[in-house]
Each structure stands twice: as structure tokens, then as C-alpha cells.
């Protein structure tokens, strides 16, 4: 029996995935993609070179003595092996089949931004130490009047590891809690305030410098916030595979459709990375502060009525 989707051309469906994930995933706007090619043509991983840091000395009668370079390498692996599959059956298909592939593969495509954007986010487990602001046992408090000098200290950890130049603006993404923050700040600039510099894609504007972005993929861990920021080249990442494909099922009247999503990514420069970890509100805390609040301006009411 012929498949029932007659619009539906697998190689064209995964082109479009592609597309959707390239458009609108947050952390991919945060990451270089400098080996990918070699990824493609050479199989599921690639050897990176680093190379090693060349000393200055100062000039002087003694002969000049030469340092023995050794540059440092590491594998950059696809070892994300994501897939979805589901079943449509013939009942469904009947109105209109392109418009149910297309709202099916943007729920496919949201599903996979979930887990890539929280696997690129965990990436602030390989930031170098010394581009920490806080700690598990010491995390940070933030509110609308800390934010900003927190923010800063962040941004300084990147600028002291000279991870900051003027081709490579550093980035920083929060979560709406945090963000909820940031818009009460009078130190942040909103996207319409930024004047003709340009922003990333889905940037609300910018903060001691950083063009920030929103993730509601950036949970809380333990009653924590990770909080990561750094530049385009701290991060490499590839997607091997991006595959869609249909099937009759022989058990019923459906169609089968499933994809294959496969991509990895390293930390190759963690001093380009900063972090922060920040104390996730509590709610009961919270609701007691706003209680009390609300008692101190009633009180307040009362007094001035008297």
C-alpha cells in the first residue's frame, strides 16, 4: 500500500528540519561550528589542534634560546544520538497532509531544541575556575538591584581571560526568572535602546556588554542556576545527520515517521566561559516577602487615613 502522505519527500522534510533548528535554537547562536566539515567528511569525530602559547623574552647580548612547542589536542566526538517516531494513521491524514507534517516536525523541532539547548548549557561544567562568580555551597542571590553589579563581575571574568575582543562580543544566557530581574534593572539597555549595533537573533538586549538571551532550558539543578556566558569561541559544535523518513505500517492504517538527529560539541577554549551560580528563588520564601509587603503598605494606608 502506498504511503498516504503524497506531499511528503523525506530528503525535503530533512532540509526543513535543518532549516528550523538552524533558525530559532538559542545556544547555537553561542557556539562556532569550525569543524563540522571535517565531521562530515571524515566520520564521528575529529582531532582538534590547540596551539601552545608562545613566550616574549627581552633581547639580549646571550644567544637566544627557543621554547619547545607543545600544542594540546582533543576530540571533538558526535555522541548525541537523538531520534523521534511516531505514527499517523489514515484517519488523520485525510484533510490536509502537508499541514499535519509540517505542525508534526515543529513539535519535533521544539523537542529537539530542548534536549540540544540543555546539553549545549551544560557545557559551564567545563568553565576554567577562575571564571566562576559563586559557588554550589555560596551561590548568588539575585534581584533587581543586585543583578547588574553580579552581571558585571561576570562580563570582568571574561575580559580578564582576554576572551573578549572587539570581533568577539561576549554573550550571556539567562531564563525568564532571571530575566523577570534583568527588565526591572535601570542598567539594562533593551533591544530598541541598543542603537545601530547589532544583535543576536532573539537577543532582549544587552548588559555589561553581553547580548542576552533567553533559554527556558536553563533549569534549576539542586536548587541552582547555572548561569553561562562567554564567547563564540569557546564552544565548538557539529551536526552530523539530520535524517526524516517514512514507512507503511503493516499492522494498521497509518504511516510510520521518524527521524535521526546526531551532533556533539566541546568546550575548546573554557576560558572563553564564565559562569554564575545563582540561589533559585524559593516560592515560599518568596510569597512571604510579597505577604509582608502587602501588610507594611496596608499599614502604611492606615496610618495615613489616621
Not at 576530540?75 to 488523520?92: G, M, P, S, T, Y
Not at 547589532?198 to 542576552?212: F, H, K, N, Q, S
Not at 509587603?293 to 492606615?302: H, I
Amino acid at each position: 500500500m502506498s504511503n498516504k502522505y503524497a506531499a511528503f519527500i523525506p530528503e525535503i522534510w530533512s532540509q526543513k528540519l535543518n532549516t528550523m533548528l538552524e533558525k530559532d535554537c538559542v545556544m547555537l547562536q553561542c557556539v562556532n561550528r569550525n569543524y563540522e566539515g571535517d565531521i562530515k567528511n571524515q566520520g564521528d569525530k575529529v582531532k582538534i589542534i590547540t596551539p601552545a602559547k608562545v613566550n616574549v623574552s627581552t633581547l639580549s647580548d646571550a644567544a637566544l634560546t627557543y621554547n619547545e612547542l607543545e600544542p594540546t589536542s582533543m576530540e571533538l566526538v558526535i555522541d548525541q544520538k537523538k531520534f523521534f517516531a511516531f505514527k499517523i494513521n489514515d484517519v488523520a491524514a485525510v484533510q490536509a497532509n502537508t499541514d499535519i507534517m509540517e505542525a508534526h516536525l515543529a513539535n519535533a523541532k521544539k523537542a529537539i531544541e530542548e534536549v540540544q539547548d540543555s546539553y549545549l548549557l551544560g557545557q559551564h561544567a567545563y568553565v576554567d575556575s577562575s571564571n566562576i562568580i559563586g559557588s554550589d555551597d555560596s551561590p548568588i542571590t539575585l534581584n533587581k538591584t543586585t543583578i547588574y553589579e553580579q552581571f558585571v563581575k561576570l562580563a570582568l571574568a571574561l575580559k580578564n581571560s582576554d576572551a573578549v575582543t572587539g570581533s568577539k562580543r561576549p554573550w550571556v544566557v539567562i531564563n525568564p526568572t532571571i530575566e523577570s530581574y534583568l527588565l526591572q534593572s535601570t542598567e539594562f539597555i533593551g533591544a530598541h535602546n541598543v542603537a545601530d549595533e547589532t544583535l543576536r537573533e532573539g537577543a532582549i538586549g544587552r548588559i555589561a556588554g553581553m547580548d542576552v538571551l533567553v533559554s527556558t532550558n536553563l533549569t534549576e539543578v539542586d536548587g541552582l542556576y547555572y548561569v553561562l556566558a562567554g564567547t563564540n569561541e569557546a564552544i565548538t559544535f557539529a551536526s552530523q545527520l539530520a535524517k526524516v523518513e517514512s514507512l507503511r505500517d503493516k499492522d494498521s492504517f497509518s504511516d510510520l515517521i521518524r527521524g535521526l538527529y546526531l551532533y556533539g560539541a566541546k568546550t575548546v577554549q573554557p576560558k572563553a566561559l564564565a559562569k554564575m551560580v545563582v540561589s533559585a528563588p524559593d516560592a515560599s520564601v518568596s510569597g512571604s516577602e510579597a505577604d509582608s509587603d502587602s501588610d507594611t503598605d496596608t499599614d502604611t494606608d492606615t496610618d495615613n487615613d489616621v
